[in-house]
Protein backbone atom coordinates (compact mmCIF):
# COMPACT_ATOMS: atom_id res chain seq x y z
CA UNK A 1 0.00 0.00 0.00
CA UNK A 2 1.58 3.19 -0.91
CA UNK A 3 1.09 5.81 1.87
CA UNK A 4 0.51 9.75 0.52
CA UNK A 5 1.38 12.81 3.06
CA UNK A 6 1.11 16.13 2.34
CA UNK A 7 -0.38 18.53 4.87
CA UNK A 8 0.66 18.64 8.82
CA UNK A 9 -2.73 17.70 10.16
CA UNK A 10 -3.29 15.06 7.62
CA UNK A 11 -2.33 11.74 7.74
CA UNK A 12 1.09 10.66 8.22
CA UNK A 13 1.74 14.57 8.45
CA UNK A 14 4.67 14.29 10.37
CA UNK A 15 6.53 13.41 7.51
CA UNK A 16 6.10 16.60 5.55
CA UNK A 17 8.80 19.31 6.12
CA UNK A 18 6.00 21.66 7.26
CA UNK A 19 5.93 19.68 10.63
CA UNK A 20 6.96 21.26 13.97
CA UNK A 21 10.12 19.32 14.40
CA UNK A 22 13.55 21.00 15.01
CA UNK A 23 16.72 20.34 13.95
CA UNK A 24 20.07 21.27 15.02
CA UNK A 25 22.46 21.31 11.75
CA UNK A 26 26.42 23.34 12.42
CA UNK A 27 24.92 24.93 15.68
CA UNK A 28 22.57 26.39 14.34
CA UNK A 29 18.34 25.68 16.01
CA UNK A 30 15.99 25.64 12.95
CA UNK A 31 12.55 25.40 13.78
CA UNK A 32 10.93 22.41 11.12
CA UNK A 33 13.43 21.45 8.10
CA UNK A 34 11.48 23.79 5.93
CA UNK A 35 13.09 26.61 7.55
CA UNK A 36 16.75 25.04 6.90
CA UNK A 37 16.01 24.05 3.50
CA UNK A 38 14.39 27.80 2.51
CA UNK A 39 17.40 29.27 3.86
CA UNK A 40 19.91 26.83 1.92
CA UNK A 41 18.76 28.41 -1.36
CA UNK A 42 20.78 31.72 -0.51
CA UNK A 43 24.06 30.59 1.18
CA UNK A 44 26.57 32.64 -0.89
CA UNK A 45 24.35 34.25 -2.59
CA UNK A 46 24.06 37.85 -2.99
CA UNK A 47 20.63 37.79 -0.98
CA UNK A 48 22.37 35.95 1.62
CA UNK A 49 20.67 38.88 4.17
CA UNK A 50 17.12 36.78 3.96
CA UNK A 51 18.54 33.95 5.83
CA UNK A 52 18.12 35.78 9.27
CA UNK A 53 14.52 36.76 8.26
CA UNK A 54 13.74 33.25 7.58
CA UNK A 55 15.47 31.43 10.48
CA UNK A 56 13.26 33.97 12.42
CA UNK A 57 10.08 33.14 10.63
CA UNK A 58 6.99 32.68 12.58
CA UNK A 59 5.90 29.69 10.40
CA UNK A 60 7.04 27.36 7.84
CA UNK A 61 4.70 28.40 5.59
CA UNK A 62 5.98 32.25 6.37
CA UNK A 63 9.47 30.71 5.76
CA UNK A 64 8.70 29.22 2.31
CA UNK A 65 7.08 32.77 1.00
CA UNK A 66 10.58 34.02 1.83
CA UNK A 67 12.38 31.48 0.35
CA UNK A 68 10.05 31.49 -3.16
CA UNK A 69 10.46 34.86 -3.68
CA UNK A 70 11.33 35.25 -7.22
CA UNK A 71 12.75 38.64 -7.30
CA UNK A 72 15.73 37.20 -4.85
CA UNK A 73 19.12 35.31 -6.29
CA UNK A 74 19.44 31.60 -5.40
CA UNK A 75 23.07 30.07 -4.82
CA UNK A 76 24.40 28.87 -8.21
CA UNK A 77 24.81 25.43 -7.45
CA UNK A 78 21.31 25.18 -5.90
CA UNK A 79 19.72 22.52 -8.21
CA UNK A 80 22.96 20.56 -7.25
CA UNK A 81 23.09 20.75 -3.90
CA UNK A 82 19.52 20.83 -3.19
CA UNK A 83 18.33 16.91 -2.65
CA UNK A 84 21.43 16.40 -0.48
CA UNK A 85 20.54 19.75 1.61
CA UNK A 86 17.00 18.18 1.88
CA UNK A 87 18.78 14.68 2.63
CA UNK A 88 20.91 15.90 5.34
CA UNK A 89 17.81 17.64 7.45
CA UNK A 90 15.05 15.32 6.67
CA UNK A 91 17.62 12.31 8.48
CA UNK A 92 18.43 14.61 11.16
CA UNK A 93 14.65 15.27 11.62
CA UNK A 94 13.97 11.16 12.18
CA UNK A 95 17.13 10.54 14.04
CA UNK A 96 16.86 14.02 16.77
CA UNK A 97 12.70 12.62 17.80
CA UNK A 98 11.81 9.18 18.58
CA UNK A 99 8.18 9.26 18.34
CA UNK A 100 8.07 10.47 14.14
CA UNK A 101 11.37 8.00 13.79
CA UNK A 102 8.93 5.59 15.04
CA UNK A 103 6.31 6.48 12.74
CA UNK A 104 8.69 6.09 10.00
CA UNK A 105 9.95 2.75 10.82
CA UNK A 106 6.57 1.69 11.26
CA UNK A 107 5.97 2.11 7.86
CA UNK A 108 7.85 -1.10 6.66
CA UNK A 109 8.62 -1.01 2.96
CA UNK A 110 5.57 1.03 2.21
CA UNK A 111 5.98 3.39 -0.91
CA UNK A 112 5.96 6.93 0.76
CA UNK A 113 4.86 9.83 -1.72
CA UNK A 114 4.53 13.82 -0.79
CA UNK A 115 1.05 13.90 -2.60
CA UNK A 116 1.22 17.81 -3.47
CA UNK A 117 -0.56 18.88 -6.37
CA UNK A 118 1.41 22.01 -7.08
CA UNK A 119 5.17 20.15 -6.62
CA UNK A 120 6.41 17.56 -9.26
CA UNK A 121 9.55 17.60 -7.78
CA UNK A 122 9.51 17.15 -4.22
CA UNK A 123 6.10 15.42 -4.96
CA UNK A 124 4.13 13.54 -7.20
CA UNK A 125 2.23 16.77 -8.77
CA UNK A 126 -1.52 16.70 -9.74
CA UNK A 127 -0.98 13.37 -11.91
CA UNK A 128 0.93 11.62 -9.61
CA UNK A 129 3.55 10.70 -12.10
CA UNK A 130 6.20 13.30 -10.38
CA UNK A 131 9.20 12.30 -9.61
CA UNK A 132 8.79 12.00 -5.64
CA UNK A 133 12.12 13.85 -4.19
CA UNK A 134 10.81 13.94 -0.68
CA UNK A 135 8.71 10.49 -0.52
CA UNK A 136 12.69 8.87 -1.97
CA UNK A 137 14.26 10.99 0.62
CA UNK A 138 12.01 9.41 3.23
CA UNK A 139 12.37 6.19 2.47
CA UNK A 140 16.33 6.24 2.13
CA UNK A 141 16.45 7.95 5.62
CA UNK A 142 14.25 4.84 6.60
CA UNK A 143 16.70 2.32 5.12
CA UNK A 144 19.34 4.34 6.96
CA UNK A 145 18.30 4.63 9.86
CA UNK A 146 17.34 0.53 9.73
CA UNK A 147 20.68 0.22 9.42
CA UNK A 148 22.22 2.40 11.71
CA UNK A 149 20.08 0.66 14.56
CA UNK A 150 20.79 -2.31 13.25
CA UNK A 151 24.47 -2.19 13.85
CA UNK A 152 24.94 -0.26 16.86
CA UNK A 153 21.18 0.77 19.08
CA UNK A 154 22.68 4.44 19.43
CA UNK A 155 19.71 5.45 18.86
CA UNK A 156 17.56 3.62 21.28
N1 LIG B 1 3.09 24.81 -0.27
C1 LIG B 1 3.44 23.70 0.39
N2 LIG B 1 2.75 23.37 1.47
C2 LIG B 1 3.09 22.29 2.14
O1 LIG B 1 2.41 21.98 3.25
C3 LIG B 1 4.16 21.47 1.70
N3 LIG B 1 4.51 20.35 2.39
C4 LIG B 1 4.86 21.85 0.53
N4 LIG B 1 5.91 21.08 0.05
C5 LIG B 1 7.27 21.38 0.37
O2 LIG B 1 7.71 22.58 -0.20
C6 LIG B 1 9.13 22.53 -0.31
C7 LIG B 1 9.57 22.85 -1.72
O3 LIG B 1 9.65 24.21 -1.82
P1 LIG B 1 10.26 24.94 -3.11
O4 LIG B 1 9.24 24.75 -4.19
O5 LIG B 1 11.58 24.31 -3.42
O6 LIG B 1 10.38 26.35 -2.68
C8 LIG B 1 9.55 21.11 0.05
O7 LIG B 1 9.91 21.07 1.42
C9 LIG B 1 8.26 20.37 -0.16
O8 LIG B 1 8.25 19.17 0.59
N5 LIG B 1 4.47 22.98 -0.10
Same mark, same amino acid.
Given at each position: MTIYFYKV?? #?? =??? /? *? %? /? #?HGIHIQSTYWPTVEHYYQAQ? %?? =? /??? !? !?IIPLIHAAATPEEAAALGRCSTRQLRRDWDLVKTEIMREAVLKKFITHSDIREVLLKTGDEILVE *? +? #??? +? %?WGCGANRAGLNHLGKTLMSVREEIRNLLSLTGIYE
Amino acid at each position: MTIYFYKVWQ #PY =GCF /S *N %F /S #PHGIHIQSTYWPTVEHYYQAQK %FV =G /SID !A !AIIPLIHAAATPEEAAALGRCSTRQLRRDWDLVKTEIMREAVLKKFITHSDIREVLLKTGDEILVE *N +S #PTD +S %FWGCGANRAGLNHLGKTLMSVREEIRNLLSLTGIYE
